[in-house]
Nanobody, 127 residues
Framework: QVQLVESGGGWVQAGGSLRLSCAAS????????MAWFRQAPTREREFVAA?????????YYADSVKGRFTISRDNAKNTVDLRMNSLKPEDTAVYYC???????????????????WGQGTQVTVSS
């Protein structure tokens, strides 16, 4: 089992920045990929960003956040961070951290390939 706990959400004006953090515990040695997804009211959960857990060398981003968001990991602390800059009102959503034991580079954006999820943290961007 893997436990994931997100923190760092909140309210910010458009153009501002926030940093989300996800702390992983439990059987983290088997994790292949860590990712962030988000879900806005009335919308399906969507992929935001992902990173390979072992070395952090491979990162993946949704087109909508590319150039504005940065995902990083600290294996010593077992955390994955999402730095969000130039936030827009359409970034408003509940952000979820997720861990997968089986994703490949072709499936990092597929939510059903993730085995563990955090409880989510709200991000609200006002215009």
């Amino acid at each position: 089992q893997v436990q994931l706990v997100e923190s760092g959400g909140g309210w910010v004006q458009a153009g501002g920045s926030l940093r989300l953090s996800c702390a992983a515990s439990g059987r983290t040695f088997g994790i292949r990929t860590m990712a962030w997804f988000r879900q806005a009211p009335t919308r399906e959960r969507e992929f935001v960003a992902a990173i390979t857990w072992s070395n952090g060398l491979n990162t993946y981003y949704a087109d909508s956040v590319k150039g504005r968001f940065t995902i990083s990991r600290d294996n010593a602390k077992n955390t994955v961070d999402l730095r969000m800059n130039s936030l827009k009102p359409e970034d408003t959503a509940v952000y979820y951290c997720a861990a997968s034991w089986t994703t490949t580079s072709q499936t990092v954006g597929v939510s059903r390939r993730y085995d563990y999820w955090g409880q989510g943290t709200q991000v609200t961007v006002s215009s």
